[in-house]
C-alpha cells in the first residue's frame, strides 16, 4: 500500500503535523461547540416545533431582508469612497484609507452606542433641528428601522470598503485613459470599463456584508424598535428572558443551516468561473441598466467635479460624525445625555476612573484579550504555514474551517460555546473566555497570514532549501522573520476582536469575571447617565492610540527593511 | 585570485545526467522524455520559447518540481529522493529571491550557517567571495539598498559560496538592462572559466545562449529539439524550428526533391542545386535559406524571379525583402557597401542563394 504509506508519511511532516494541531485546536473549539448544540436540542420534535411555527419564519425573513438592505446600503456608501482612493495620489489615498480603517479599529460596541448620540431625543441631529425650529418637537429618530439600518451599515462600511479598494487596486488605471482616447466619455469609461472590472469586488463585498449581516445584534438592540427584532436577539431571548437552552439550541441550528444553504446558493451564482467580460454584458445588458446608463450620461455627473467631492465629505462625515458627536455628550455635566451639553465637566471620566467595575473589567477584558490573541496568533498562523505549501495533503480541503468561525452569526456560537463550557466548568472564567474568542479571532490571523505568506512567496523558501536549510531553519530564519508584520497585525485585531466582544460575553461572562465589553452592555442598556459616553470615549481612545503605536512602529520597522508600508493595513 | 588556485577535489562531479524525464501538471505535459548528459565543468544553456519546460527542468534538477517519470543522476547516483536542502547544487533564482530581512552578507552565510561552518571560517569565506564578484565593501547593505546588478551578484555569490559542483541559473539576466547583461554575461564566462563547476543556464535570449554556452540545449513544447554546439546549432539546424528560432531563416517550398549521392537534388522554380545532409524526417521538403546565404542578381542571371518590395538598411548589412513568382516572402541580406548592384523598390530580380549551405527541413 504505498499510497497509504505516502498519505502517512505526509501527515509526517512538520507541515502535515503544524495542520494536524491546528485543525484539532479548531475543532475542539469551534466545531465541537456547534456539534454539542445537537445534543442539547430536545430531539427532532424541538426541531419539528421550530419549523413549523410562522413566527420563527417571520423574523428569518425580517433578518434576512434587513441583511439586504445593510449590505445594499453598504455597497452604495462604500463604492464612491473606495473608488475615490483607488484614483487618488497617495497621500489622498493613504488618508481616505485610514478613514476607511480607523472605524473598525474602535470598539463595534461603542460606535454603535455612538449613534445613540446622534440620534437621541436630545441628541446631535434633533438638537440642530429644534434649534434651527425645523421641527417644534423632537423626532423619534431612535429605536426606529432606519436607525438600525444606519447602524449597521456604518458597521459594516469598513469591511465592504476595504473588499472593493483590494479590487479596484488591482484595475490598471491606464486602461481608463485608454478607453477616453478611444472616444468613451467619463461616464462610459466608467459604465464599460471601471464598473466591470470592479464587479468582482462588488460581488465579494456585498456577500460578504450580507453574510456578517445575519448575525447582527448589537447594533438591533440599542438602535431598533420592537419591530426591528432579529434571529439573535431571538435566540438570546430564549435564554436571557426563557432560560430555554434546548429551544435556543434549536434556533441557532436552524439558523445555521437556513443562512448555510443561502451562503451555498449565493456562492454558486456568484462564484461561477466568469470572465469579467461577460459579468460586464450582464450587467450593462439589462434593460434597466441600460436606462440607468443613459441617464448617468444625460445627466453628466461624471463631469462634475464638486458633486463628487460633496460625495466624498458626505461619507467622510457619516465616518466622522458618530465618534464626534460623543465626545461633547461625554463631557457633559448634567445627569442625563443631551447635546450639546449645557455645561461641561470631567464629571463622568471621574466616575468611570474610580468605580471599580469598570477598572475590573477593563483588567478582565485585557487577560482574556492577551491569552486570546496568543493562542489565535499560534494557531491562526500554524494553519497558514502548513497550508502555505498548496501540495499539503488535505490542505484545500480545511482551509475553509479556518475561515468559518468569522462568517457564523456569533450568537451560534455563543450558544455552543456556553453548553460546551458549562459541564468543563470553563463558564465564567478567563480561560473560558479567552477560548471561545480565540475561536472566532483564528480567522483573522489566519487571513492575514495566509496574504502574508503570499507576498512573501515561495521562491524565498525554496532559495534557502536550496542552499541547505532544513524546515526548522527556514521557518525560523527566513519565514518567520518576514512575516513578523503580519503576525502583529494578526495579533492586534485578534487582540481587539476579544476585547471588543460582545455576544460570547453574554453567557460566559458573568459573576466572577466581567469583561468591559460586557459591562459596558449593562449600562448602556440600564444607565442613562454621561458615563457611558465616558467609558465609549475611552475606549475607543485607548484602542486608537494601541492602533497608531502599533501602526507607527510598524511602519518603522518596514521602512527600515524596505517594503511597501501601507500595503499590511489594506489586507487582501 | 585565490578562488581559481583551487582545483576541484577529484571525487566532486562527474557530471549530470537526465535520463527519460517526465513532468505532468494534470493531464498538462510540461515535460516529455527529455534525456540529457551534462559533462563535469561543462557550460550549457537551456533555450526556448516560454512554456517549452527549460524552467520546469530546472526545478526538478533543483528539487522543487518532482517528475512523474525518469530519473535525475549527479555523479551517478540518483537525487530524486533527496531533498533540494540535500542536493548541494547552488541555484540562482529569476528575481534572485534574496532574503529581504538580511544583509548581503548575511545572506552569504546563510548556506554555510546551514552547513555548520564555524564563524571565524564564515566571515573569511563571505568577504572573499564578495570580493570575487567585485561587492568589497557592501555587504553590510541590505537587499533593497542595492542596484539590481549588485543584487544579481549577492545572488550568485550565496550560490557560489558553498563551493556546489553544480550550479543552475535561471533567466539571470533578466531583470538588468541591455549593457548590463552583456558586462555580466562576459563575468559569467570568466567566472565560470574560474570555478570549474558544472552551469546549466536557462534564458529565452538566443544571443545569451549562442555567446555563452559550450553548448546549447534548444527546448520546444517540453522536448529537447536540438543539442549541441553554438556553431553547430546555428550552422546545422536539425528541424524548421531550430532554424526558425536561432537566427533568422527563409523557408521555401521546393518543387522536386531528388536522393542524390550525399545529399539530395532540390530544384526551386527550375532553379537547381545540391543540397548536403539527410533530410530531416517528415513534412513536406522545405529548403531552409539564412538570408545572409541568399544574394540577390539582375533579372537575367540564374536564379528565381522575385520582385524587392522593401529595403531596409541595417548599417553593415542591407536587407532586401522580396516576393518570389511563387507568392512567397523572400529575406536576403549583404554587406551594404561592397556591391555595384543594388535593386530598388519594384524592380525585377533574380534571388539566388549558396546551395551547399542550406538545409533539408
Known amino acids: 500500500m504505498p499510497s497509504l504509506l505516502k498519505r502517512a508519511g505526509s501527515l509526517c511532516s512538520p507541515n502535515g503535523v503544524l495542520l494536524l494541531f491546528a485543525t484539532i485546536y479548531v475543532c475542539a473549539t469551534f466545531v465541537f461547540p456547534l456539534f454539542s448544540m445537537l445534543a442539547a436540542s430536545e430531539g427532532l420534535s424541538g426541531y419539528v416545533k ?108 469598513p469591511m465592504m470598503a476595504l473588499a472593493l479598494f483590494a479590487q479596484m487596486s488591482k484595475i490598471d488605471l491606464t486602461t481608463l485613459k485608454a478607453a477616453r482616447t478611444l472616444g468613451a466619455g467619463p461616464a462610459q469609461t466608467f459604465l464599460r470599463v471601471f464598473l466591470p472590472l470592479s464587479f468582482p469586488g462588488i460581488v465579494s463585498g456585498t456577500v460578504l456584508t450580507f453574510i456578517v449581516s445575519l448575525g447582527l445584534f448589537v447594533t438591533p438592540v440599542l438602535l431598533g424598535g420592537p419591530q426591528d427584532r432579529t434571529f439573535s436577539m431571538l435566540i438570546e431571548q430564549e435564554v436571557n428572558t426563557f432560560g430555554n437552552f434546548s429551544r435556543a439550541a434549536e434556533l441557532s441550528v436552524f439558523l445555521l443551516v437556513v443562512s448555510g444553504l443561502l451562503l451555498l446558493v449565493l456562492l454558486r451564482l456568484t462564484n461561477r468561473r466568469q470572465r469579467p467580460g461577460r459579468r460586464a454584458k450582464a450587467i450593462t445588458g439589462t434593460r434597466a441598466a441600460g436606462l440607468l446608463a443613459r441617464l448617468i450620461v444625460m445627466l453628466r455627473i461624471f463631469e462634475m467635479r464638486w458633486f463628487w467631492n460633496v460625495v466624498i465629505l458626505a461619507v467622510l462625515a457619516f465616518i466622522m460624525l458618530p465618534l464626534v458627536t460623543l465626545v461633547p455628550m461625554s463631557l457633559g455635566s ?51 504555514l502548513a497550508m502555505r505549501d498548496r501540495r499539503q495533503r488535505g490542505a484545500r480541503l480545511i482551509a475553509p474551517l479556518f475561515v468559518a468561525p468569522s462568517l457564523i452569526p456569533p450568537m451560534v456560537y455563543a450558544i455552543g460555546a456556553y453548553i460546551t463550557s458549562v459541564p468543563l466548568g470553563l463558564q ?51 519565514t518567520l522573520p518576514l512575516l513578523i508584520p503580519s503576525i502583529a497585525v494578526g495579533g492586534l485585531i485578534a487582540f481587539i476582536t476579544s476585547f471588543d466582544e460582545i455576544v460570547v460575553a453574554l453567557f460566559l461572562s458573568g459573576i466572577h469575571v466581567q469583561t468591559l465589553p460586557k459591562t459596558f452592555w449593562r449600562a448602556a442598556i440600564l444607565e442613562v447617565t454621561p458615563i457611558v459616553p465616558a467609558a465609549a470615549v475611552t475606549i475607543m481612545a485607548a484602542g486608537l492610540t494601541v492602533v497608531s503605536v502599533a501602526a507607527l512602529m510598524l511602519h518603522l520597522s518596514r521602512s527600515r527593511a524596505g517594503r511597501n508600508p501601507s500595503s499590511v493595513f489594506i489586507g487582501r | 585570485m585565490n578562488a581559481a588556485d583551487q582545483q576541484p577535489p577529484a571525487d566532486r562531479s562527474q557530471g549530470l545526467s537526465i535520463e527519460r524525464l517526465g513532468v505532468t501538471y494534470r493531464e498538462v505535459t510540461a515535460i516529455d522524455d527529455v534525456s540529457l548528459e551534462i559533462e563535469r565543468g561543462e557550460f550549457i544553456a537551456f533555450l526556448g520559447p516560454s512554456g517549452s519546460g527549460k524552467t520546469t527542468i530546472l526545478m526538478s534538477i533543483a528539487g522543487f518540481t518532482k517528475p512523474t517519470s525518469g530519473d535525475i543522476k549527479l555523479d551517478g547516483r540518483s537525487i530524486l529522493d533527496m531533498p533540494p536542502e540535500d542536493r548541494g547544487i547552488g541555484v540562482v533564482f529569476q528575481g534572485y529571491a534574496l532574503f529581504p530581512h538580511l544583509t548581503a552578507a548575511q545572506n552569504i552565510a546563510f548556506p554555510l550557517e546551514m552547513r555548520k561552518v564555524d564563524r571565524s571560517a564564515i566571515t573569511t569565506r563571505v568577504s572573499k567571495i564578495l570580493d570575487m564578484v567585485g561587492l568589497g565593501d557592501l555587504g553590510g547593505r541590505y537587499p533593497h539598498e542595492m542596484s539590481g546588478g549588485q543584487q544579481q551578484r549577492v545572488a550568485l555569490a550565496r550560490a557560489l559560496v558553498f563551493e556546489p559542483s553544480l550550479l543552475l541559473l535561471d533567466e539571470p539576466l533578466g531583470a538588468l538592462d541591455k549593457d548590463r547583461r552583456l558586462a555580466m554575461q562576459q563575468e559569467f564566462r570568466l567566472l565560470h572559466k574560474k570555478i570549474g563547476a558544472t552551469i546549466i543556464y536557462v534564458t529565452h535570449d538566443q544571443h545569451e545562449a549562442l555567446s555563452m554556452a559550450d553548448r546549447i540545449a534548444l527546448m520546444d513544447k517540453g522536448r529537447i529539439a536540438q543539442v549541441g554546439t553554438p556553431s553547430e546549432i546555428f550552422s546545422a539546424p536539425a528541424s524548421r524550428f531550430v532554424a526558425g528560432f536561432i537566427g533568422e531563416c527563409n523557408f521555401l517550398k521546393a518543387d522536386t526533391v531528388d536522393r542524390e549521392e550525399g545529399g539530395h537534388r532540390v530544384s526551386v522554380a527550375g532553379y537547381a542545386g545540391h543540397v548536403r545532409g539527410a533530410q530531416a524526417a517528415g513534412g513536406s521538403a522545405a529548403l531552409a535559406i539564412r538570408p545572409h546565404h541568399a544574394f540577390i542578381a539582375p533579372h537575367d542571371s540564374i536564379g528565381v524571379p522575385a520582385t524587392v518590395s522593401d529595403v531596409m538598411f541595417l548599417g553593415e548589412l542591407t536587407e532586401y525583402i522580396t516576393r518570389l513568382s511563387s507568392g512567397e516572402e523572400f529575406r536576403i541580406r549583404r554587406i551594404s557597401d561592397k556591391h555595384d548592384f543594388n535593386p530598388s523598390i519594384g524592380d525585377h530580380v533574380k534571388a539566388g542563394w549558396e546551395w551547399d549551405r542550406c538545409r533539408l527541413c
Not at chain 1, 434649534?131 to 439600518?149: E, F, M, N, R, Y
Open chain 1, 50 to 157: 421550530v419549523v413549523t411555527d410562522g413566527f420563527y419564519w417571520t423574523i428569518l425573513f425580517n433578518t434576512f431582508k434587513l441583511s439586504a438592505i445593510v449590505a445594499a446600503g453598504t455597497l452604495l456608501v462604500a463604492y464612491p469612497l473606495a473608488m475615490r482612493a483607488c484614483m487618488a495620489g497617495p497621500r489622498m489615498r493613504l488618508i481616505l484609507l485610514i478613514f476607511m480603517t480607523v472605524p473598525m479599529w474602535t470598539s463595534l460596541l461603542a460606535r454603535s452606542y455612538a449613534w445613540i448620540s446622534v440620534l437621541d431625543r436630545r441628541g446631535l441631529v434633533n438638537s440642530v433641528l429644534t434649534s434651527l425650529q425645523i421641527t417644534g418637537s423632537p423626532l423619534k429618530l431612535l429605536h426606529t428601522t432606519g436607525a438600525t439600518v444606519i447602524g449597521s451599515i456604518y458597521i459594516m462600511l
Open chain 1, 334 to 384: 448634567s445627569n442625563y445625555l443631551e447635546f450639546p451639553p449645557k455645561t461641561y465637566s470631567l464629571r463622568w471620566y471621574d466616575a468611570l476612573f474610580h468605580d471599580s467595575r469598570w477598572i475590573t473589567a477593563f483588567l478582565n477584558s485585557l487577560m482574556v484579550g492577551l491569552l486570546a490573541a496568543l493562542i489565535s496568533v499560534v494557531v491562526g498562523t500554524s494553519a497558514a
Open chain 1, 428 to 478: 465564567d472564567s478567563v480561560l473560558g473566555l479567552a477560548l471561545a474568542h480565540s475561536a472566532l479571532a483564528i480567522p483573522f490571523v489566519f487571513i492575514i497570514s495566509e496574504t502574508g505568506l503570499a507576498g512573501i512567496g515561495e521562491r524565498v523558501e525554496q532559495a534557502a532549501q536550496s542552499l541547505g536549510a532544513r524546515w526548522t531553519s527556514r521557518v525560523w530564519r527566513i
